[in-house]
């Protein structure tokens, strides 16, 4: 064994092996101590060296979990790197569960928070989220399936769905798309996404990632798939509705006319944030006619001293708002706030008395960075970012009716989209369809 690992790794200087020998029996041993922690000591070095008994060390490598055959020479190199010790005992090879663990204790939740709901979020050791999942779905029709991905780097993950809810032509498309996963370094749950996305210039996400245990339990019971992975610390949902996207675990929580009234804000305020710098753009532009006589000529006389069209001065605006966010998410968070906050005030004040734009513009700029944030799902929140810019250059163009025309063709494409086969924009789903197994959501 050891012959055969030294040819495996030739080069690494931080690879012990050795051969011990009590007496009584002989063992080659060979692990990465980096990558193993004190449990080798108590599992293995003192049983070894101190039970005399030959025999009595033979049941124990039988009878306890943590010692498993390993006839395929083959995968010894892949479980030397995931932490195991590889012993040989009277020409039998066996692996010695051993890996290091980084986490201990359950994270609070930094991206989606809650006010009354748990604070606990999910970590980078799989193992500790599985927990954290069934600690909240604790039913034995929850199932747990194990893979492998990545030539590198050999990332577990699991994928978990209740056998009697899921959506068996989801499940089959889903493993079908796992299989065609081909990724050398998988680190985090995005480049997982982009590789189950059927279509990679997709303008909304159609996989929900969250960082909460209780939107996981939540997903599960509705018969949705969860995917978890080794080292992240963000949770892969699918199938997804845009409106599971929208959806925030405190409206769970709060009675009910306080959740639908935050609902509808959320969307109130998407939309604000799609068609307002747009519809501004228009109305100075083109269609003065829809504000009153008053407050066209407010607007006018704000925009007096600006000098350029009214789609540079939304340009202008949009893009110090796209840089002050950019900074603040790359800047150390210590003053990443502060700066940020302190920049959008200077630049709007000295921005609006030096006339490159108007104080119209101001209130429109705050009113669409205020609403963007809104949005409880950050890659969501991203894509309604992105969608107000083809608005600007239609309204630029064609003006208010440009607009109307572009929301009806945004609402087209979101029901053109599918999250494996089920619909984007649906409503809601019949309850007698989500208990037999299809079309859960």
């Known amino acids: ?30 692990y990465f101590p980096s990558l193993c922690d004190e449990r080798i000591k108590d599992g293995l070095l003192v049983p070894f060296s101190y ?50 663990t980084f986490v201990t204790e359950v994270g609070t939740t930094q991206v989606e928070a809650s006010l009354q709901g748990p604070q606990s979020a999910f970590t ?74 059927d279509r990679s210039h997709r303008l909304f996400p159609t996989l929900l990632q969250t960082e909460r245990p209780d939107r996981v339990a939540v997903m599960l019971r509705r018969g949705k798939i969860v995917i978890l992975m080794n080292g992240s610390r963000f949770a892969i949902v699918l199938p997804v509705r845009l409106f599971d996207f929208m959806h925030a675990m405190d409206d769970d929580y709060e009675s009910y006319w306080i959740s639908r009234f935050l609902i509808i804000m959320r969307y109130m305020a998407v939309s604000l944030t799609v068609i307002l710098p747009a519809v501004y753009i228009a109305i100075v532009s083109y269609n003065p006619e829809i504000f009153r006589v008053q407050l066209a000529f407010t607007i006018d006389g704000s925009r007096a001293g600006v000098p350029y069209p009214s789609f540079v001065e939304v340009f202008i605006m949009l893009f110090m708002i796209e840089a002050l966010i950019e900074a603040s998410i790359r800047l150390p968070r210590f003053v990443g706030s502060t700066a940020t906050t302190v920049g959008g005030l200077i630049l709007g004040q000295a921005a609006q008395q030096a006339g490159l734009v108007s104080s119209i513009m101001i209130i429109v700029t705050s009113v669409v960075a205020i609403s ?18 083809p608005f600007v250059i239609i309204a630029m163009i064609y003006g208010i009716s440009g607009v109307a025309v572009m929301f009806f063709a945004m609402i087209v494409y979101l029901c053109s989209l599918r999250s494996f086969g089920e619909p984007y924009l649906a409503l809601f789903t019949p309850k007698n369809q989500m208990n037999s197994g299809h079309g859960k959501d």
């Open 372 to 389: 963007n944030f809104v949005v409880p799902n950050p890659n969501f929140s991203q894509s309604v970012r992105l969608m107000k810019y």
């Open 1 to 30: 064994m050891l012959e055969q690992i030294k040819n495996e790794f030739k080069n690494a200087s931080d690879l012990l092996m050795d051969t011990l020998d009590n007496g009584y029996l002989r063992m080659e041993l060979a």
């Open 51 to 100: 039970r005399f008994d030959p025999d009595e060390f033979r049941r124990m490598l039988h009878s306890n979990p943590k010692y498993q055959k390993q006839d395929k020479s083959e995968e010894w190199a892949n479980l030397l790197l995931k932490g195991n010790v590889l012993l040989e005992i009277d020409g039998q090879c066996y692996s010695f569960k051993s890996d290091r």
């Open 124 to 197: 980078e050791d799989i193992n500790l989220n599985i927990s954290l999942v069934r600690i909240r779905y604790n039913k034995s029709i929850l199932t747990v399936k194990p893979f492998d991905k990545g030539s590198f780097s050999h990332t577990s993950i699991q994928v978990l769905y209740d056998s009697e809810l899921v959506n068996e032509n989801v499940l089959k498309m889903l493993f079908k798309q796992m299989e065609n996963v081909n990724i050398d370094l998988l680190q985090a749950s995005g480049q997982l996404v982009k590789e189950l996305t």
